[in-house]
């Protein structure tokens, strides 16, 4: 034995004994949350809770399974983990409508182990979860809501802690009528929407933006969820003979109404085009021969990082993703991830404390942040979308026959 | 006379008599500025009108399952609008697969048969499990039970349907046969497809009258739903004739299911709802246990929901009126009821059975 082991041993003995006599190592002062509203604290071997807000059932259960997947493939991109701790998904149906989503917000809003949500997909979900989901402090992020009034500062609507991916309708809905008016060079418009907030705000913008560069718009009309028959209200639109009929609505009722088109006499040769709430691979499935020619405003991304997502998602659920806001999805939960990893204060004895102000407040502050979807940056109201990522589409025989998705017809600017 | 309807005359019966006469005032104000503004042809209104009753056939044919059901065991079969619905998803199912082989194109005839088969089976089969397993053994409990029992089978075949089949909706195939449009001279153009719809619902609706009036079941159809009891004392089997009522009226049901898919080319898992409130709608419409009364109440819904709207609203410069469709539908079930409190043709109160 070398003199040197003995010293060692020496030392630590005599460093023990010191150690026993003080009674262990002092304790540092316990986290004290200093956070404005609260803090979120997850044990050492507890893991980081988010949860989703997702139609992921019903008719518009495409647009929800696309979002879930990338945010699980976004999970998985960390290995599912973050700063030590282990990622836990869990979620809510927020079934497209407004009582789906309250029932959701109440849900999620009662749970104060939720540090953050991604959601809702469709705009009235969001109008009705926001007040919960801020009263309990939480972020939410929503891959595709695009009415307006969520990120108007000025509108009840509007709630702290709510950003989004998606582009706001205002942008969608004014492309849409540059599109018709400039490019298809038509003159006449006519809209129909079915009450969502989604809807209604978008062909409010396209008849607006379309009477503004001069444009006529015959008749805005209206149908309901869960009708079938199209046929009266569009002989009441072929009175006034448009050139373009503009429904920005959802599935099924767009179906239907690019199905009976072809039908109603004075109709047989006006264009047809609605937005990304019938961006999906079933929507030119359930309407058939009618989806021939349409126009789709929605989601574009292009790019490398993009290609290797499409290749986790083949490689994960096998196919490509059925709805157009995957990437959108993904990007907010690669945005709340950093965000938490901004913020998240880890104590001596490992449990991490989320400031929910301050993961608010590091949301408001992303800036340039690289995702799929461009350059993201988030201003005060909570829009975070670049614009950048939306095209037109025009579907054909193909995407009838089961391909999807279409390849895209005109990006605005060009 | 006068003197008693007088004393009779309550507050209550005053209010619904302005609500009655307010409508009734609205609707024709709002039809005679809609006429006068003249944005409409007599090609749109004829356009309207055969819209509203292809619709309506449909209607009707659901509403004769209600009906049929209800003047018998006096219950509302909720899952009716099931029935519909697993008969017209079938059809699906043999639809696509014919229209892909490209024997629906050389044979329509023979393919829109195996459709109606194939449906009208399902349909039926459905029903028969529905009474046997649902509905039989809880024929001497209270009335409420069968109804709800009623709403809970519902759940249970929209749910099993989207568990077997998934959520998505589904387009049926487009028939070549029934493309297109004949001409009737002028500016009048008929969908063959809704004058199928409207032949096939008749000729439905018109082999179901006879049967029920000239058949050996048929009479004694109608005399289980006059009284069960006397009509057992007579040696009728009264299990077997509620039976085959269930099977009558899911015959229609499928019927109606193949001619609604062709018509809208789409079916889904929660399609028959709707169509099934509106058809029990119609029912009441008519007179609910009343045959005529709901063929009658189907056409005059799917009237009200096709020309209403623009014949009513859209001279009072209402924005948009199809969005109030429904309302105007349900505005009129009000109106009838008002005046006539057991339907167009229904039975009067004091011979009523319920």
Redesign the interface.
Known sequence: MSKRFHLTLITLVIGALVVAACGGTPTPAPFACTDAIGCVDIAPDAPIHIAYALTV???T??LGEDSKGAIEIAIDDKGGELLGHKIELTGEDTLCNAEGGQAAGTKLAADPTIVGIVGTNCSSEARAAMPQISGAGMVMISPSNTNPDLTNPDHPDHHPGYFRTAHNDLFQGRVAAEFAYNELGVKTAATI?D?SPYAESLQKVFANVFRELGGTITT?????V????M???L??I??GAPEIIYFPIF??EG??IA??MD???GLENTIKMGADGLFAD?FP?????GAVGMYLSGPYVAGGPYDEFLAKWKTKFGGVPPSGFHAHAYDATNMLFAAIEKVAVKDADGTLHIGRQALRDAMYATKDYNGLTGKLTCDANGDCATGEALGVFKLTEAEVGGAWPPPVFWQPGQ | MLRRTLERFTLTDLFMWLVGGSIILLVVVGSVATLRAGNYTARHWFDFVVFGIAQGSVYALIALGYTLVYGILRMINFAHSEVFMSGAFTGYFIANSMSRSGFLDRNPIIGLLAIFAVAITTSVTVAVLLERIAYRPLRRSPRLVPLITAIGASFFLQYTFRGLYGSQNRAYPEVDALDGAWSLGGEFVIQKIQVLVIVAAALFMFGLYMFVQRTRTGKAMRAVSEDKDTAALMGIDVDAIIVRTFILGAALAGAAGVLYALMFRQVNFFMGFIPGIKAFTAAVLGGIGNIPGAMLGGLFLGLFESVGPTLFLDGLGIPAPYQLKDVIAFTMLVLVLIYRPTGILGERLATAKA
């Open positions: 059932s019903g008719a259960a495409t929407h009450g805005q009309e209206a149908v309901n869960g009708d079938t028959d046929k009266p209200v002989t009441k072929a009175t599935e099924p179906d239907l199905a009976q039908e109603v006499a079933t499935e359930g309407t058939g021969d």
